[in-house]
């Protein structure tokens, strides 16, 4: 789809683009009353045409990327935003984005955005729907407004990628989905908190400007994306970013799982969902062990709830009551999110003592 442009020319102060991605806020259901059974096949020119009274002091541009369920996202997509992004920062100056995404995998394309866009007078801000835009009580076309006010308010400058649903402005370092089904989905882990809300449908941050961490990477989105074709992105599995294999541990966890891995895709890192704050077999222990020593694949311990934190004092210890090097504690990072940032160390071809160092660094707290 091409850039579209909605231009108040007397009173044009400041310039948004939309890109749109898919998802529920994207969908339509059979009836105005169905939250299920949808199809993704509104396009964001559709959603911003259905806002009934946009600030006549905004320049829209809006883009259509792809329009796929968030569950059918890769690594590809992601970079393929990125790119979309600094080139419209750097080329047409750019600096205020709104995202539209669903829910489902949108937690990992904020946190991903974090890590990687560090313009310091950039607004990057992402929303969804819990229900699809043909709904009779549908959240989407609200959710977009409100993402728009965020993204037009001076004040939203320098706070990192935000998240704007149901009312709420969160983090795209903290936030996380918390319900399956409910409009009240979206949280921050931990403690974080949200970092601000609407007041009569005016922005109110609660706290003064501050990113949530000086954690980025430098990364070029399109030399690794220059040989794609957005069209065929998703339908052929791509690995633009290094292959990192998640497990989910649980009572009587198979460890050959692990090994598997290994052989059958080449996993280079592996993420581990533990019992507790680090919780894991002997059996388990001494598998990943071992996985460290012969293949030198660093293993992140992350942990099964949404809350906690999993340290270094909870890793593994062995005979010498030491752990093996390349055992890493994920710290307050849920497993999808240490899948990302150890994929952007690996791509930087960090060795495992600065990779210690990243997971060690500000509102991570592991390593």
């Known amino acids: 789809m091409s850039e579209i442009e909605i231009t108040h020319p007397s009173h044009t102060e400041t310039t948004i683009k939309i890109l749109g991605t898919g998802g529920t806020i994207a969908s ?23 806002i009934p009274d946009l600030p006549t002091n905004l320049n829209l541009k809006y883009k259509q990327l792809f329009n796929l369920d968030s569950k ?25 984005f709104v995202i539209t995404h669903g829910t489902d995998s949108l937690e990992e394309t904020a946190f991903f955005l974090e890590l990687t866009i560090n313009f310091p007078d950039i607004t990057i801000v992402l929303t969804g729907s819990m229900r699809p ?8 076309i ?20 935000l998240v704007v649903l149901n009312d709420s402005i969160g983090s795209g370092f903290y936030i996380t989905k918390t319900n399956a089904n409910s409009l009240d989905t979206f949280k921050s882990s931990g403690q ?4 601000g809300n609407f007041v009569h449908n005016q922005v109110h941050y609660y706290y003064p400007v501050s990113k949530p961490t000086s954690i980025h990477f430098n990364i070029d989105s399109n030399k690794l994306t220059k040989l794609l074709d957005l069209n065929n992105v998703g339908k052929k599995r791509r690995n ?13 966890f198979n460890p050959t799982l692990i090994q598997l891995a290994i052989d059958q895709i080449g996993t280079k890192a592996i993420v581990i969902a533990t019992s507790g704050a680090g919780s894991l077999s002997e059996e388990t222990n001494e598998i990943l062990k071992f996985v460290w020593e012969k293949y ?22 062995f005979d010498n009551d030491k752990t093996f090097k ?10 999808q999110k240490c899948r990302i940032l150890i994929q952007l160390c690996l791509l930087q071809n960090y060795s495992i003592d600065q990779i210690k160092s990243v997971f060690e660094s500000d509102g991570i707290f592991g390593g």
């Open 326 to 335: 390349g055992a890493i504690a994920g710290g307050y990072l849920n497993p």
């Open 142 to 161: 609200f959710n977009l407004y409100q993402a728009i006010k965020v993204a037009s308010a001076p004040e939203s400058k320098n706070r990192g990628v």
């Open 28 to 50: 339509k259901a059979e009836s105005n009353v169905s939250t299920s059974n949808y199809k993704v096949d509104l396009t964001v020119e559709d959603l911003v045409k259905a």
């Open 192 to 195: 974080a908190g949200f970092l």
């Open 240 to 252: 633009e970013l290094p292959e990192v294999s998640v497990f989910y541990n649980v009572q009587g």
């Open 133 to 140: 835009s043909s709904n009779v009580s549908s959240d989407a």
């Open 72 to 96: 059918e996202l890769t690594s590809s997509h992601l970079l393929f935003l990125h790119k979309e992004i600094v080139e419209s920062y750097q080329i047409e100056g750019i600096k205020n």
């Open 296 to 317: 030198a694949i660093p293993v992140i311990f992350s942990k099964r709830s949404q809350d906690g934190c999993v340290t270094s004092w909870a890793l593994p210890k």
